[in-house]
């Protein structure tokens, strides 16, 4: 009987994958036994490298691939010393939290796994459901009302109330299944664990871009691009086509500075461009420059935030900016 060592466990597992024949598999066993001593695999992917490997050098060996897959065997299921139970699929570690009776997974790129374990104890704290697309589109529409009713005619005013009136018609019933996010308790103070993963301050929001603050992975992004004609006339850049559509993967959880945040900023902006417009010296500046009033250098400030504001969006999506074209539809 075998020294159940982790390497024995994982060749055993491949020998007990479906084959053609019980002497089929006794080759395989007889070949790969003796070199198992040979292997300094630490983990279950490296094994399975290192299989194929020894499986790719003869011709006779090489049809064992065919059946000897590592995407046949189950997931192997680890309880850590401190109390986690997860499985490793790939690169993402899957996490069982919760109780029996609302079971959770938390997934966790492999790289951080050590960290998510080191988290024990944790527990799980329910969150809002997401907003449905027709409540999305009430409130963008009342806000949209709001700032555009006194510019608009009657016509157009009782347009608005028709659509409004058709939205809040339609059923809004939330069919999403709950959401939660990980709580961590740190002297005495109770922290979201999706915080901790960014380490993010006390004036970011932490959003996750697929609603589901368990995943601290990655998710797939399909942005669409698509020209809007305004009196039969279209825009596009250089000789791409007029729609068109990307996937992007893109991390999940991402840092959003918040309102106050973002205010503050504007608030430094505003009084900086007017130091410029009146030549207040810059203290940092050992040689600064005489007041002249509005210099061209606000200007081009001006324009290279109204040009970087433009490019965003393309970079964002990962979308090379190239020169616009204007096309006749």
Known sequence: ??????????LDEALALPCDSVVTREEAADYLQPLLKRCNAKSKKTFWQWLRIQLARTEETARHLTWMQESRCPLETVRANDGFRYVINGDTALIEVGDSGDPCIWRVPVSRLSWALGLFPVYLKTLP???SETTKQIRRLKRQFKHKMPYMTSDQRAEF????????????????????????????????????????GRDDHVEAVDGDFLNFTTTTVRVTVEAVAVQGIAVRKGDRPLNESFTSILPNLVIVNNDDSQQEF????????AD???????PDDPSPAKPTGRTPTTRQYDNKAAEDQKNAVFDDAGIPFEPWTVVEK
Not at 1 to 10: E, L, S, Y
Not at 193 to 198: A, S
Request: no cysteine.
């Open 129 to 131: 459901a997401v907003e």
């Open 161 to 200: 109330v028709r659509e409004l009136e058709r939205l809040e018609s339609m059923s809004t019933i939330d069919t999403s299944p709950p959401r939660y996010q990980l709580m961590k308790s740190i002297d005495g103070r109770e922290t979201p664990v999706h915080r901790l993963y960014l380490d993010a």
């Open 1 to 10: 009987m075998h020294d159940q060592t982790p390497k024995v466990r994982w």
């Open 266 to 273: 504007d608030r430094n902006m505003v009084q900086l461009r």
């Open 276 to 282: 410029l417009k009146q030549g207040v010296p810059n």
